[in-house]
């Protein structure tokens, strides 16, 4: 009697995830063969979508990113430090040395300068180095039938279909984020349907498989996007004190005669018209940081920054990395923290320190994740230190000592 006492739940919990399991794997299969219409109802054929969605099964940690919400948001000084520093800066002015004549005929076609596609190619696959490790028609499928958004994700999945169906992209290489991106330059299958182009002239837009494809995509998405050719994104600007910057922002765009007459120059003293620039170009101010910190005058191309991915610190970084590829400096006004930003072989350096204290956070990558600052707040509270899992120089510091 005990025995059957504790086993009967059990089964019978065995049976109902059995069931649900069953029921899932029903609701998928359902959900896929609504899917093969809508495909062949959108220039796919029967064979394409059963060649790569037919033995599809739902990959579930798709949709744990796709319901993340994380609780640590990343301070701008971190995140401008883990994409613009010296290992970027270096790669890139090597990549603008290697692919100079790519560049130059890039920018007399599309009229985008070669330092500026070369920035977003850092900064979205450190220039093809990580791209992605889900398949793209894998994610697409999961993201198509379960969780949020599924017209949307529906649309990509046709798109991703099309690409494969026109041969574009070489299927086992079809990888990228868990949302569907892809390539040197991270389109999403319906931005290459619209945008992505065959510059080498092989029949194929392949952004995956070819640098002059993905390069020459990248500047074509930004001449769409009103990218203005010679003309600056934007730079850093000092201000006078008592500034009223209330109701300022990138859309609130001033001439920079109005900008002077308000007390505004470059961090160098210089005025705002310098290097050529007209008395009637329209600019905006940002402060990312609030007034203490870096400030910046921005111009329309900045606004085509935005545009490939909608967040005024991604269009700061693509800006920042551009100028750096080009022997610019880095910003003259600190950040206003007391714990100042690390670098990505300064994080690679304090994720080997917390290895070597018997912290299981995976690999040395130089990618804080949850597991590393998890193991930070551990080694703060042992030291003393604000717990805020933050990978900052203090906690650095500190166990370089061996503390």
């Given at each position: 009697m005990s025995n059957l006492r504790y086993s009967l739940p059990s089964l019978l919990c065995a049976g109902w995830m059995s069931m649900s399991?069953?029921?899932?794997?029903?609701?998928?299969?359902?959900?896929?063969?609504?899917?093969?219409?809508?495909?062949?109802?959108?220039?796919?054929?029967?064979?394409?979508?059963?060649?790569?969605?037919?033995?599809?099964?739902?990959?579930?940690?798709?949709?744990?990113?796709?319901?993340?919400?994380?609780?640590?948001?990343?301070?701008?000084?971190?995140?401008?430090?883990g994409l613009v520093d010296e290992e970027r800066v270096e790669k890139g002015q090597q990549m603008r040395a290697e692919h100079a004549h790519l560049l130059?005929?890039?920018?007399?076609?599309?009229?985008?300068?070669?330092?500026?596609?070369?920035?977003?190619?850092?900064?979205?696959?450190?220039?093809?180095?990580?791209?992605?490790?889900?398949?793209?028609?894998?994610?697409?499928?999961?993201?198509?039938?379960?969780?949020?958004?599924?017209?949307?994700?529906?649309?990509e999945l046709n798109s991703a279909l099309r690409i494969l169906q026109g041969g574009h992209v070489n299927p086992d290489d079809f990888k990228g984020s868990w949302a569907g991106a892809f390539g040197h330059t991270q389109f999403i299958p319906s931005t290459f349907e619209r945008i992505a182009v065959d510059f080498i002239g092989d029949g194929k837009r392949d952004i995956v498989g070819s640098i002059p494809d993905a390069l020459a995509s990248t500047a074509n998405y930004l001449k769409r996007s009103n990218w203005q050719a010679n003309q600056p994104w934007g730079f850093e600007?000092?201000?006078?004190?008592n500034l009223n910057t209330n109701d300022e922002g990138r859309r609130t765009k001033r001439p920079l005669s109005t900008w002077a007459q308000r007390g505004l120059t470059r961090v160098n003293g210089s005025p705002l018209t310098a290097q050529g620039l007209r008395a009637d170009m329209q600019a905006g101010l940002i402060m990312p940081a609030g007034p203490e910190g870096p400030s910046f005058l921005?111009?329309?191309?900045?606004?085509?920054?935005?545009?490939?991915?909608?967040?005024?610190s991604y269009a700061l970084a693509i800006g920042h990395l551009s100028d750096r590829i080009l022997g610019g400096p880095g910003f003259s006004t600190p950040w206003p923290t007391d714990d100042p930003p690390i670098?990505?072989?300064?994080?690679?350096?304090?994720?080997?320190?917390?290895?070597?204290?018997?912290?299981?956070?995976?690999?040395?990558?130089?990618?804080?994740?949850?597991?590393?600052?998890?193991?930070?707040?551990?080694?703060?509270?042992?030291?003393?230190l604000a717990d805020d899992g933050r990978a900052g120089l203090k906690i650095l510091t500190e166990l370089r000592k061996g503390h």
């Open positions: 399991v069953a029921y899932a794997d029903a609701s998928f299969e359902a959900c896929k063969s609504e899917l093969r219409r809508s495909a062949i109802s959108n220039q796919i054929s029967a064979q394409t979508f059963d060649r790569y969605v037919g033995g599809v099964q739902p990959d579930m940690t798709v949709i744990d990113r796709l319901n993340f919400q994380p609780e640590f948001r990343t301070p701008i000084w971190d995140y401008m430090a130059q005929e890039i920018e007399q076609k599309y009229g985008v300068e070669g330092h500026i596609v070369l920035a977003i190619w850092g900064v979205e696959t450190n220039y093809g180095a990580i791209s992605g490790r889900y398949s793209v028609v894998d994610a697409l499928t999961t993201l198509s039938c379960i969780g949020r958004r599924q017209t949307f994700f529906r649309n600007v000092k201000l006078p004190a921005v111009f329309r191309n900045f606004d085509a920054l935005f545009s490939y991915n909608a967040a005024e670098s990505r072989s300064e994080r690679r350096e304090l994720q080997q320190l917390l290895l070597d204290r018997g912290h299981d956070i995976g690999a040395v990558d130089g990618l804080i994740g949850d597991r590393t600052r998890g193991a930070i707040q551990l080694e703060q509270r042992r030291l003393g």
